[in-house]
Nanobody
């Protein structure tokens, strides 16, 4: 099986920064796209940012210019640097990875357990 473990959430004031990390482990043959999603109370889970193995990135409009996603392929780890945080960024942040566990084995999406980010005004 594959496990994703997130870390780095917490409580900060508006304008401050946080860095989230997510490490994938287990029966990993290869990882394709990795990303971060978030879910605020009463809202649907939404995409924050994704990154391909080659480093191509995609961001939600609401975080462009403030958040930066990166990855360390040898460590199977993805990061999310969040700057200039706003109260509306408050949510549970989930890590996602598309993983195959073997040659010619289907790709599957795996999720972390989530980490809380709270931004006070």
């Amino acid at each position: 099986q594959v496990q994703l473990v997130e870390s780095g959430g917490g409580l900060v004031q508006a304008g401050e920064s946080l860095r989230l990390s997510c490490a994938a482990s287990g029966s990993i043959f290869s990882i394709n796209t990795m990303g971060w999603y978030r879910q605020a109370p009463g809202k649907q889970r939404e995409l924050v940012a994704t990154i391909t193995p080659s480093g191509s990135t995609n961001y939600a409009d609401s975080v462009k210019g403030r958040f930066t996603i990166s990855r360390d392929n040898p460590k199977n780890t993805v990061y999310l640097q969040m700057n200039s945080l706003k109260p509306e960024d408050t949510a549970v942040y989930y890590c996602n990875a598309r993983v195959t566990t073997g040659w010619r084995t289907p790709w599957n999406d795996y999720w972390g357990q989530g980490t809380q980010v709270t931004v006070s005004s």
